[in-house]
């Protein structure tokens, strides 16, 4: 492949990770890192590197437009991003401290359960307003937006604030300790936990993947692992995507949503499972 | 329907001119690369399939690299990209910066200061990574 069918192809292959991390609330870097390994044979420092730029552009891409659309809760996102943030610092100080391998097969047994969890409100179009809790109460962790699939204004409030808060901070555990976006582990923790619409929870966790990548960006960067050559078609691919995964959200249900995050969950809850039982997966 | 508050308005403009500013210097650095023959590409990119064969000399590892290679004449074109990517991995820590400000404005002290907590943070695990 020359130099430019390299660009070309990386362009396009990060178009639909974008489109796809818009909806579904991750950076990408599940999808990415494997496709830039095994397909174009890249070396995974530089994939991995590359994924932090693909967490970063789906967030900035998709936030912008669900923060103007009030689809993100910036106050939701902000607040839980305080328990992420620290996940992460105090995960890069146990990297290597912790058994990564009994972590990751703990973490994939609680995604297959979560898959089947998932699987039972697959229909479930929107969660009951729960009854207040004190803490949602106190910090404002509620809102509403106009849905244009139901043609209606939806009013949520989050609900099992603390549990809400405690996986977040487990979340961003994982991104330090694995270096991973955990974006999914965010929009589970939203869905299951606080019981916010899954089209809020997917919204929220674009804005939050950026704040809590950010934390472990600089370390990628100095590390010389962020190629310009790679990153930066990787980086204007994935913008474009999240732009037109953002118009294409709004007029999904919240079903639909689900449906589309169903196999990705599963997915990694395969990956997880497999790397614990040390089959080497990129 | 739900109006956007003056918060979110302003962090969602950061976030879309932070994404906008970043791809066009990433764009202007790949087009002028293009221009001046994109040299070394081939060994670029066998790089990036290796990392093992020889660190590359258009790696970037910090802003003095980047600041060394704009201040050559001519320019190197691949550093206008780098610095693209820089400013694409600090538009998040400014949109919380952004929203610090505007809920200190709008007189809401709670969240100016959970902004103020987050923002803290992501210092200090950028203080962190510069100490190595």
Not at chain 1, 55 to 75: D, F, K, M, P, Q
Not at chain 1, 211 to 224: C, H, N
Request: with cysteine.
């Amino acid at each position: 492949m020359s130099p430019l069918e390299f660009v070309a192809a990386l362009f396009a292959t990060s178009l639909a990770a974008g489109g796809a991390g818009a909806v579904l609330g991750l950076g990408g870097g599940i999808l990415l890192i494997p496709i830039l390994t095994l397909f174009y044979g890249v070396d995974l420092h530089y994939a991995m590197g590359a994924s932090i730029v693909s967490v970063i552009a789906t967030s900035s891409g998709a936030a912008a437009a669900y923060l103007r659309t009030s689809l993100s809760n910036i106050r939701i996102g902000l607040f839980l991003a305080l328990a992420t943030v620290a996940g992460a610092l105090v995960g890069a100080a146990l990297a290597g401290v912790v058994p990564t391998r009994a972590l990751q097969l703990l973490l994939g047994l609680a995604l297959a359960y979560s898959t089947v969890a998932t699987l039972r409100q697959l229909r479930l179009e929107l969660p009951e307003v729960g009854e207040a809790d004190p803490l949602a109460m106190r910090f404002g962790l509620e809102g509403s937006y106009y849905d244009a699939a139901l043609d209606r204004d939806v009013k949520y409030r989050a609900t099992r604030v603390r549990l809400g808060f405690a996986a977040m901070f487990g979340a961003g555990l994982l991104s330090g300790l694995l270096g991973i976006g955990s974006g999914a582990f965010k929009v589970l923790a939203m869905d299951h936990f606080m019981r916010l619409p899954m089209k809020v929870s997917t919204a929220t966790s674009n804005f939050m993947i950026g704040i809590t990548s950010a934390a472990s960006a600089g370390v990628y960067f100095s590390r010389g692992d962020i190629h310009p050559l790679l990153a930066a078609p990787v980086a204007v691919g994935v913008l474009v995507g999240a732009a037109g995964g953002t118009r294409l959200m709004s007029r999904l249900r919240n079903t639909t949503v689900r449906k589309i995050f169903l196999p990705v969950l599963g997915w990694l809850a395969v990956s997880m499972i497999l790397r614990g039982l040390g089959i080497g997966l990129p | 329907m739900s109006a956007p508050s003056p918060v979110e308005r302003l962090v969602a403009r950061v976030l879309l001119w932070g994404g906008l500013l970043s791809v066009s210097l990433i764009l202007a650095g790949l087009v002028f690369y293009a221009i001046a023959g994109h040299p070394n590409a081939r060994e670029i990119v066998r790089v990036v399939h290796n990392r093992d064969v020889g660190r590359s000399v258009d790696v970037f590892a910090s802003l003095g690299d980047v600041r060394r290679a704009l201040a050559q004449r001519p320019p190197d074109p691949l550093a206008i990209t780098a610095l693209g990517l820089v400013c694409l991995l600090a538009t998040p820590a400014v949109g919380v910066a952004a929203a610090l400000v505007a809920f200190w404005r709008a007189g809401d002290r709670l969240y100016a200061g959970i902004s103020a907590g987050v923002l803290g943070m992501l210092v200090l695990g950028f203080a962190l990574a510069a100490g190595g």
